[in-house]
């Protein structure tokens, strides 16, 4: 069974450029996470999808950055304008569903932003 | 939101087993303990989940005291491969919106 697909892996773009990375969830997976990961530091939570609606957006900065999750299954997460300080790992999850606890990670999208 | 405390990191050798404990102290009723993993350049991979007393699988033991203020993640007879960022994460099991990763434990096993 294919785990969770992200792409690219790779991304170096300039300040101030749009950037976008795309989700591909274990097929039958209705939840859909977005994290942001740091150097030496835990994921963080961007935003969680419950099928195509977003149900907790709170940590995410509305002002550059976007999602979406049409029909449900594959997921967007745009920044634009990047910035320098949005240089991070980005890694996408699913879950069977909200009252699933365990999540499967990707291997995530490593954004270098010069 | 349940918050927990964790070693920043831990050395290990070949073969020895590893004990992780995590502090969270102001852990609600209805919240359960889940430990990740995570290697280098990949996603953290789930290990293991429980709510009281002990909890094994063919990864690790997942060990909870009577008051569940703390756990204590074991790993028997650690490989090099073993080396990696594991996270304690608490929160209610149908909801995942409570679990927060923190920094984890980074733990090395030497040769």
């Known amino acids: 069974e294919a785990g969770v697909v992200q792409s690219p892996r790779y991304k170096i773009i300039e300040k101030k450029q749009p950037v976008a990375f795309w989700c591909n969830p274990i097929s039958g997976h209705n939840t859909l996470y977005w994290y942001l990961q740091n150097l030496g530091q835990g994921p963080e939570l961007l935003i969680r999808y419950e099928n195509e609606e977003a149900v907790d957006d709170s940590q995410l900065p509305k002002d550059r950055f976007s999602a979406e999750r049409l029909k449900g299954v594959d997921s967007t997460l745009k920044i634009q304008p990047a910035e320098l300080g949005d240089s991070a790992v980005y890694l996408c999850?699913?879950?069977?569903?909200?009252?699933?606890?365990?999540?499967?990670f990707g291997p995530g999208t490593r954004l270098t932003v010069l | 939101l349940a918050k927990t405390t964790q070693p920043i990191s831990m050395d290990s050798y070949e073969g020895q087993e590893v004990n992780i404990t995590c502090s969270h102290n102001n852990i609600a009723t209805n919240d359960y303990i889940t430990w990740y993993q995570q290697f280098p350049s990949q996603g953290p991979r789930f290990i293991i989940q429980?709510?009281?007393t002990k909890v094994t699988n063919e990864v690790a033991s997942l060990f909870i005291p009577a008051d569940r203020k703390s756990s204590t993640l074991s790993l028997p007879r650690v490989s090099l491969s073993d080396t990696a960022v594991y996270y304690c994460l608490v929160g209610a099991r149908y909801n995942n919106n409570d679990m927060r990763f923190g920094a984890g434990t980074r733990l090395t096993v030497k040769p």
């Open positions: 429980g709510y009281k």
């Open positions: 999850a699913s879950s069977l569903g909200a009252g699933d606890n365990e999540q499967f």
